[in-house]
């Protein structure tokens, strides 16, 4: 199983960039996606889901408005777009995968891809 996001980087205040995440090992169609984000010397914390199907999208308060996932499931990708950056959204950001397989919940994690903004 691998999960590898890509599209971090360094932007200014107010710029934009756009996260994904490659998934393989897995049947990708069947799981939610999720991303996330942990800043310098916090917890880590929620930002956005994704249903299997992507007919559900939902979004912490925080991000509401400047953030969007996607996901393609025919490439077995998840994808967040970033606007209007802020430096408070300074993190390592982080997609998640969870589903059902054989009764069990699984999850998987990626290995993560910075984000810098600057003031």
């Known amino acids: 199983v691998q999960l590898v996001e890509a599209g971090g980087g360094l932007v200014q205040f107010g710029g934009s960039l756009r996260l994904s995440c490659a998934a393989s090992g897995f049947p990708f169609s069947t799981y939610d996606m999720r991303w996330y984000r942990q800043a310098p010397e916090k917890e880590r914390e929620w930002v956005a889901g994704?249903?299997?199907?992507?007919?559900?999208?939902d979004y912490a308060d925080s991000v509401k408005g400047r953030f969007t996932i996607s996901r393609d499931n025919a490439k077995n990708t998840v994808y967040l777009q970033l606007n209007s950056l802020k430096p408070e959204d300074t993190a390592v950001y982080f997609c998640?995968?969870?589903?059902?397989?054989?009764?069990?919940?699984?999850?998987?994690w990626g290995q993560g891809t910075q984000v810098s903004v600057s003031s």
């Open positions: 994704i249903t299997n199907t992507g007919s559900i999208t």
């Open positions: 998640n995968a969870e589903g059902a397989a054989m009764g069990f919940l699984r999850t998987y």
